[in-house]
């Protein structure tokens, strides 16, 4: 039996109404095999119909590229709702970079002079949304006609006047037949207001010119519909990116607030994706919806559930980090899986930055590390030691909070590993129950060792896992003071493992044992109390360590599709066509005055006192640059960039890449990494090795790419204000 093809509406219906989305993708194979079928047959008076629902199904983020050459036959259809449906279609699925746009020219052309005001408008519609500058050219002549016109509804497709348009559609509306659910034509309030934000856009005599137009429009225009909200949207995004008043801005601020509460679902995920971005500028005016934003963490959808994360994590702050990290870990407990990663990550983020106590501080981390600490990121281990082993008033504490939760569950691998160290540290501390913070438990000693077997013997510990074990059973040699019988007999068994660092360690702890009992307890001591500084400090730190030692045979060359890419930018310094011949970068022959950068003899350099220049910060991502010319060989050129990010929102895919005037010889090795965290994570390094043996001026053409806040971002711009001691 034929299943008959679906009506829109219908189709509409059963998409909504499948459960999953394998039902969602048979539906549409199915009516998109019946669609196909309609093209094939040629039926006209299905065609508009047919293209509908592939114009929805396009929608939905599936191919529909099969119905491009449908959209062509409906607009050169003499019946306006196949224009209608064929120049939607158009404006969907062409653009300019497909040749089959080309031939709709003649088609637009025709209907601009055919003088009926629907099909003008729809024609300048689709000229305006896939134009190329071929058919812009083309049709120049017919848009200039139709401006002399008198006609509204054709004078709008071209946005005269913008200002005063906008403010006669609030006031007194510009005609009823385009007015949509009591808005006064929104899809041209919208037009202007995108056009506004373009004009008001780093000119603040737009800016203040808009100000009371964008005031007048935010307040009176009504939310309860969605032409309504549509047009508040476009408003505050005006708002936030032109010179607008500080009134004006908390104005918007509190729009955004009310879209939070909107019963529909793609609202409010463009409340909090516009809320996250406003966040660093109008902080204070976006914590007045923190309650709101965190009643977003329930939503059921896993796209507005993220979107409250991040959202959230970039609202904490020193007051309100108590409160914050509670409902943040108890939206950790119940989140789904793929968010739990990066809710543990932000909270042990912040609790580093914002932590009012180091007890509070260790305790925070412990909770994460008990609820999901598989998910955790990788320095959590280190971060958590290096804390309590910075706070010497805790370390009993922290011993027996941490024993108690190994004992109730050694599946959480960086919470066995951060335990094991402790107790072989402090674990003398642990037998004798003097801690004054915690209820009172009597631990023996045969319980401590048994626990640290069952670590051992575990087919859930890891290789590290054990390893940590092993180590903290050793310590314990000497911080207890039973026999060490039991303790030997466990590393001599680990002596013959299968896994080889296991086995190296155990083989080392038996020579201990064996032949070097005398000096055990020294070898075994505690660690010194470690100096926490903060990340700040510690950032600063690793800059400096690494622009003082650059040794050659340390950085790995950069990969060759890397290199291949780098060559392509050449040219945005000389201006030479694709086909000019390159040299080799760095090939200079033996006898030649210029020298070979892998040549160079090497040394750690003392520091050059130039000055670090900031090249690029945008929306938190900034990019500064450190320089040092090593004294032995003065035409090389040592350029450290580092890439740091200090907004609400992680970037993750970047790559740096650069180009140098021929003159020059440019080295780039491999960056730190491709992801910068979010609110002043551990930054990106590169090394850039540049050979100017003509000491002539630099200039540097830098290339960015990397994704931040669920967006693409490339930028390329020159480098032409290096300091003078760079080439000199």
């Not at 896939?130 to 200039?144: H, I, K, P």
């Amino acid at each position: 039996m034929v299943v008959p093809s679906l009506k829109l509406q219908d189709l509409i219906e059963e998409i909504r109404g499948a459960k999953t989305q394998a039902l969602e993708r048979e539906v549409i194979q199915k009516e998109c095999a019946h669609i196909r079928s309609s093209f094939r047959d040629g039926d006209p008076l299905q065609r508009h119909r047919q293209l509908a629902k592939l114009l929805y199904v396009h929608m939905l983020g599936y191919p529909a590229h099969f119905g491009q050459m449908e959209c062509l036959k409906l607009i050169a259809s003499p019946r306006f709702t196949d224009k209608r449906v064929g120049y939607l279609g158009a404006m969907l699925l062409l653009d300019e970079r497909h040749d089959a746009h080309l031939l709709i020219t003649n088609s637009i052309k025709n209907d601009l002079s055919q003088g009926i005001e629907l099909v003008q408008g729809l024609a300048l519609c689709t000229l305006s949304t896939m134009g190329s500058a071929e058919m812009c050219r083309d049709l120049a002549t017919e848009v200039e006609k139709l401006l002399l016109q008198p006609s509204p509804y054709v004078r709008k497709k071209v946005v005269p006047q913008l200002v005063q348009i906008l403010r006669t559609l609030m006031t007194t509306g510009y005609s009823t037949e385009h007015s949509i659910s009591g808005v006064s034509d929104p899809f041209l309030q919208v037009q202007i207001l995108r056009l506004l934000r373009i004009l008001g856009r780093n000119h603040e005599e737009s800016s203040e010119t808009m100000n009371d137009l964008l005031a007048q429009v935010a307040t009176s225009t009504d939310s309860s519909r969605n032409a309504g909200s549509a047009v508040l949207f476009e408003t505050v995004h005006t708002i936030m990116d032109i010179h607008s008043a500080a009134g004006l801005r908390v104005l918007a601020v509190n729009i955004l607030g009310r879209f939070l509460l909107n019963s529909d679902k793609n609202i409010r995920y463009v409340a909090l994706t516009s809320l996250l971005r406003l966040v660093q500028s109008d902080h204070s005016a976006v914590q007045r919806h923190r309650p709101t934003v965190v009643e977003c963490l329930q939503e059921t959808d896993a796209s507005l559930s993220r979107r409250a994360l991040e959202l959230s994590l970039a609202l904490v702050n020193g007051s309100n980090v108590r409160a914050m990290m509670q409902e943040l870990q108890v939206f950790l407990e119940s989140c789904p899986p793929d968010l739990r990663a990066d809710c543990a990550s932000g909270i042990l983020l912040a609790a580093e930055r914002f932590a009012p106590t180091k007890r509070w501080h260790i305790d925070t981390i412990l909770h994460v590390l008990t609820k999901a600490g598989t998910h955790v990121r990788d320095d959590a281990v280190a971060n958590l030691i290096q804390l309590i082993g910075g706070t010497q008033e805790l370390h009993a504490y922290s011993v027996r909070r941490l024993y108690s939760a190994l004992a109730e569950d050694i599946s959480q691998q960086p919470l066995v590993q951060v335990a094991a160290w402790c107790i072989g540290e402090y674990g003398d501390l642990l037998l004798e129950g003097s801690c004054e913070e915690t209820e009172p438990v009597q631990v023996e000693e045969e319980e401590v060792l048994a626990l640290l077997e069952k670590v051992l013997q575990s087919h859930m510990s890891l290789p590290a896992t054990r390893g940590y074990a092993l180590t903290a059973l050793m310590k314990l040699s000497i911080r207890l003071p039973g026999d060490n019988n039991r303790i030997r007999q466990v590393v001599s068994i680990y002596g013959s493992c299968l896994d080889v660092e296991l086995q190296q360690r155990a083989v080392e702890y038996n020579m201990l044992f064996r032949k070097y009992d005398h000096m055990r307890a020294a070898i075994l001591e505690k660690m010194p109390l470690v100096e926490r500084g903060g990340p700040q400090v510690e950032e600063e730190a690793k800059k400096t360590t690494a622009a003082a030692q650059l040794p050659e045979a340390a950085t790995p060359a950069p990969p060759e599709p890397q290199a291949s890419k780098l060559l392509d930018l050449l040219d945005l310094l000389d201006g030479t066509s694709g086909d000019a011949q390159h040299p080799p970068l760095l090939n200079a022959s033996s006898g030649s005055a210029s020298v070979h950068l892998l040549d160079l003899p090497w040394a750690p350099p003392p520091l050059a006192s130039i000055p670090n220049l900031k090249v690029f910060e945008r929306e938190g991502v900034q990019l500064n640059l450190s320089f040092i010319r090593p004294p032995g060989t003065p035409a090389l050129l040592l350029i450290t960039v580092t890439t740091t990010n200090s907004s609400g929102g992680d970037v993750t895919h970047f790559i740096c890449q650069a180009a140098v005037p021929k003159s020059f010889q440019l080295q780039l090795q491999a960056p730190s990494g491709d992801t910068v965290p979010a609110r002043g994570g551990l930054p990106i390094t590169q090394l850039f090795k540049i050979l100017n043996p003509n000491k002539a001026p630099l200039r540097l053409k830098l290339r960015l790419t990397y994704n931040h806040f669920g967006q693409s971002v490339q930028e390329i711009f020159e480098v032409n204000n290096l300091p003078v001691e760079t080439w000199q």
